[in-house]
């Protein structure tokens, strides 16, 4: 390869990236805002700036596009959660509340949003059903273990490990909730009294 093929190559790549990037956000958007029902590829490319043919380059099928853009997403929550972790109160009361806390709002934003109307879509649409189980199986593993980290939790205690999972079902609980109304006052209680349960069963 010739030095110019390969230094033209490289902004190349980095469109490409950029490309598949403003696709997997704009499928996220509009997942959350229109539903499955109406986010098409035509749609999704279209917000994204970029012709179908592009789209389809990227992702060949429907399936791929928005189950990589949840994954997208999702990926980068997390990574923000674990960048901000730092910032947590020291262990006690404080910290667990904090963490409960940050668990939720995983599932109180877009992208649950979106990752709903995706579990909804999945339960009819059979090639879609098994992308989704795994993707859903992925998260909550991710979400789990950094729910253990945060909490200094030693899941060889009989009932921590099922506190810290309940937890996480609390957490999507409460984001389904806030689909239809505000929730947040309520849920503010809820977090203070759950951080108190879990508080009492880590070690």
């Given amino acids: 390869m010739s030095l110019h093929s390969?230094?033209?190559?490289?902004?190349?790549?980095?469109?490409?990236?950029?490309?598949?990037?403003r696709l997997l956000e704009a499928a996220v958007e509009?997942?959350?805002?229109?539903?499955?029902?109406?986010?098409?590829?035509?749609?999704?490319?279209?917000?994204?700036?970029?012709?179908?043919?592009?789209?389809?380059?990227?992702?060949?099928?429907?399936?791929?596009?928005?189950?990589?853009?949840?994954?997208?997403?999702?990926?980068?929550?997390?990574?923000?959660?674990?960048?901000?972790?730092d910032e947590l109160p020291p262990a006690g009361p404080a910290r667990t509340e904090a963490v409960v806390e940050m668990i939720v709002r995983l599932y109180t934003g877009p992208l649950f949003r979106a990752a709903l109307h995706l579990w909804v879509a999945a339960a009819t649409e059979e090639p879609l059903r098994e992308r989704i189980i795994a993707?859903?199986?992925?998260?909550?593993?991710?979400?789990?273990?950094?729910?253990?980290?945060?909490?200094?939790?030693?899941?060889?205690?009989?009932?921590?490990?099922?506190?810290?999972?309940?937890?996480?079902?609390?957490?999507?609980?409460l984001g389904l909730a806030n689909l239809l109304t505000d929730d947040g006052p309520r849920r503010t209680g809820v977090i203070r009294q759950w951080a108190r349960t879990l508080d009492a069963v880590l070690p």
Wanted: proline share 3%.
């Fill in 135 to 173: 993707l859903e199986n992925h998260v909550g593993r991710e979400s789990h273990r950094a729910a253990v980290e945060f909490l200094g939790a030693d899941e060889s205690t009989p009932g921590v490990r099922e506190t810290v999972q309940a937890t996480l079902d609390m957490a999507r609980g």
């Fill in 6 to 21: 390969a230094a033209s190559r490289a902004p190349q790549q980095t469109r490409s990236r950029a490309t598949r990037r």
């Fill in 30 to 85: 509009c997942l959350a805002e229109l539903g499955w029902n109406g986010s098409t590829v035509a749609v999704v490319a279209e917000r994204a700036g970029v012709t179908r043919g592009a789209a389809q380059h990227h992702f060949p099928t429907r399936e791929d596009l928005f189950t990589a853009a949840v994954e997208h997403v999702t990926a980068e929550r997390l990574a923000a959660v674990r960048a901000h972790a």
